[in-house]
């Protein structure tokens, strides 16, 4: 397709936006996508963590087309779909508690974040909200708000939402330590930052709710110790502070579980989720106890194209492809092999790889810099998915964008991010996995 002419179009496209790669995305399929000069790379960011199930899932794309010739727009608040309903019956028994029992749709993962936000205010009739240091939420006001990973998202815009207090989240760099700070001791400080913070700046009769992502994404892909939430669930039961879980990026077999809250068994008053959800089609939700969506005046919720019919019959499909296909079972395979091959590297480079970490398929490495740790704080205020530049994680994704893979940094410390797709073979893993050990390689030589 001779498209490279439509790139003279590109500077009528807003700074505001960045990219990572040059050229013009054309086609995808399973764990490729094509450009218009005729590149095929791997592509191991699945949009941001979006095609779970690959580009083009033969079964996905077919239930969105089939939908699409039945009705594309069935408004939200003038009756219900069929396929909005058919997504909550197959989504209820997969909920990691039985209590999230009320459901809403959405587009994206930040007008889900605001409409949780919005939701635990009402139903608890306070206003303050706790945030985690490192969090990313969305860059809509509200969702921005409670960001907390990067400067650039809120930069110049404020005032924002206020009543957002932040604690630290269980990862060594935020708690002043060093990369072998016990587990222990990380969990036992964010929680006393916690207990001072309700003693001191928001009183628990004035905090609506904490929100939290299980693995901290942007902020360097972090997953949160089951007793740090366990820790904040009884805080949260205690003073009758809701406990807000976003699994945007982490939920639908990113972490090889269903949800990454089920490795601690911590029950959300409200999770969110999106992204892998639809697969690519723009689809978000928020699910709750009836007893808590109930408080919601009727007709306070809602929005044009909120749970789109075409996008929920694809997260239908989604749900059905992830079980016919056993797809967690895979995550657990491909993610062992991935962290064996990581390991190694580790192992091999340990002047320059600091840690290799996450779960399921949610994976990072974190280099170290010359410096040392946490010292590149300068060299990173770049916006999620950009900032391919002079930090050494920067160098070893671009090296592999030369090769023939695409993946994200993240976060403002040293971190390169494996988000393959969950349905990967064995075979597409072990290349990805070499153009990243020769991408390193190269690097520090
Ligand atoms: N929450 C988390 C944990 C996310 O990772 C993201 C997106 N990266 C969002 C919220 C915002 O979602 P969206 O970009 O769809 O608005």
């Not at 450009?35 to 239930?63: E, Q, W």
């Amino acid at each position: 397709m001779a498209t490279s002419s439509l790139l003279d179009y590109g500077g009528n496209v807003t700074k505001g936006l960045g990219r990572i790669t040059e050229g013009i995305m054309t086609s995808g399929k399973g764990s490729y996508v094509e450009y218009d000069d005729g590149r095929k790379m791997l592509d191991f960011t699945c949009g941001i963590g979006v095609t779970n199930m690959g580009h083009c899932h033969p079964k996905i794309s077919k239930a969105a087309a089939d939908q699409c010739m039945n009705i594309v727009h069935a408004q939200c608040s003038i009756a219900f779909h069929e396929p909005y309903l058919r997504l909550v019956k197959k989504l209820l028994p997969l909920m990691p508690d039985p209590s999230l029992d009320s459901f809403f749709f959405w587009n994206s993962g930040s007008e889900a974040v605001e409409a949780s936000l919005k939701m635990a205010r009402t139903a608890t009739g306070r206003q303050n909200i706790i945030t985690m240091q490192g969090a990313y939420h969305g860059r809509t006001f509200g969702a921005m708000a409670v960001t907390r990973s990067k400067t650039v998202y809120s930069a110049g815009v404020a005032p924002l939402m206020p009543g957002v207090f932040t604690i630290p989240y269980p990862f060594w760099h935020q708690l002043g330590g060093k990369p072998d700070m016990t587990e222990d001791a990380q969990v036992a400080q964010c929680l006393y930052q916690l207990e001072l913070l309700l003693a001191q700046q928001t009183a628990p009769a004035d905090t609506a709710a904490i929100i939290i992502e299980p693995v901290l994404g942007e902020g360097g892909y972090v997953p949160a110790p089951a007793a740090f939430l366990q820790g904040l669930r009884a805080i949260c039961d205690k003073h009758g502070i809701l406990l807000i879980i976003d699994e945007v990026q982490s939920g639908f077999s990113r972490t090889g579980k269903f949800f990454a809250i089920e490795y601690s068994g911590v029950r959300p008053d409200i999770l969110i989720m999106a992204k892998g959800l639809a697969n690519g089609f723009p689809l978000s939700g928020v699910v709750s106890r009836k007893e808590l969506t109930d408080k919601l005046a009727t007709g306070s919720m809602g929005g044009t194209y909120a749970g789109n019919a075409v996008s929920c019959a694809a997260a239908c499909a989604v749900v059905d492809a992830m079980q016919e296909e056993n797809v967690l079972a895979n995550v657990n395979a491909r993610s062992e092999e991935l962290f064996s091959v990581l390991k190694a590297l580790k192992a091999a480079h340990p002047a320059h790889i600091l840690d290799v970490r996450g779960q399921g398929l949610m994976v990072a490495v974190e280099f170290a810099t010359p410096a040392g740790p946490g010292a590149t704080l300068d060299a990173v205020a770049a916006p999620e998915g950009q900032g391919l530049g002079k930090t050494l994680a920067s160098r070893v994704a671009k090296k592999c964008i030369e090769k023939g893979m695409i993946i994200l940094t993240t976060s403002v410390y040293e971190v390169v991010r494996f988000i393959p797709p969950l349905n990967i073979t064995a075979e597409d893993l072990a290349k990805g996995a070499q153009i990243f050990r020769d991408a390193v390689e190269e690097v520090v030589k």
